[in-house]
């Protein structure tokens, strides 16, 4: 199943494109909703760093913090629920749900991503919230 959700978030694949060795697609792809909402993904990453730090693993002598603004498609806003709505002059952009971390500006939709780096290069922290 790990292996699954990895490999299709390396390969960028659709999930339905997802190599049958990994089983179902759907249940990959369930089984990665199900982890990213409950938090499954952030407990793993806190036990794994914590497991490091108790080796002494990382580097605490420096932590480094970087962000990027990342170009969203076009389709990543959701799906509609209702008709399309008509623009009328002069109105501003629709707003978007808080979760999504998606910004409306002059290049259309944007994220931007924020890393923590401790001083091996590995990640400590990860946060997206919407461009602007």
């Known amino acids: 199943m790990i292996n699954g959700i990895l490999f299709r978030q390396r390969t960028g694949v659709p999930w339905r494109d997802l190599p049958t060795p990994f089983?179902?697609?759907k249940t990959v792809y369930e089984r990665h909703r199900r982890w990213?909402?409950?938090g499954t993904w952030?407990?793993?990453?806190?036990?794994?760093?914590?497991?490091?730090?108790?080796?002494?693993?990382?580097?605490w002598s420096m932590v480094s913090v970087d962000s990027t603004s990342c170009r969203a498609h076009q389709h990543?806003?959701?799906?509609?629920?209702?008709a399309p709505r008509v623009p009328k002059k002069g109105q501003g952009?629709?707003?978007h749900r808080s979760d999504e971390g998606l910004g409306r500006s002059q290049g259309g939709?944007?994220?931007?991503?924020?890393?923590?780096?401790?001083?091996?290069?590995?990640?400590?922290?990860?946060?997206?919230?919407?461009?602007?």
């Open 76 to 82: 990543a806003a959701g799906a509609r629920r209702k």
């Open 23 to 25: 089983g179902s697609w």
């Open 36 to 38: 990213s909402a409950d």
């Open 42 to 59: 952030d407990r793993i990453l806190q036990g794994v760093q914590a497991d490091a730090d108790a080796e002494g693993r990382i580097d």
């Open 109 to 132: 939709l944007t994220c931007k991503i924020h890393l923590a780096g401790e001083g091996g290069c590995r990640p400590l922290a990860l946060l997206i919230t919407p461009g602007q």
């Open 93 to 95: 952009p629709r707003q």
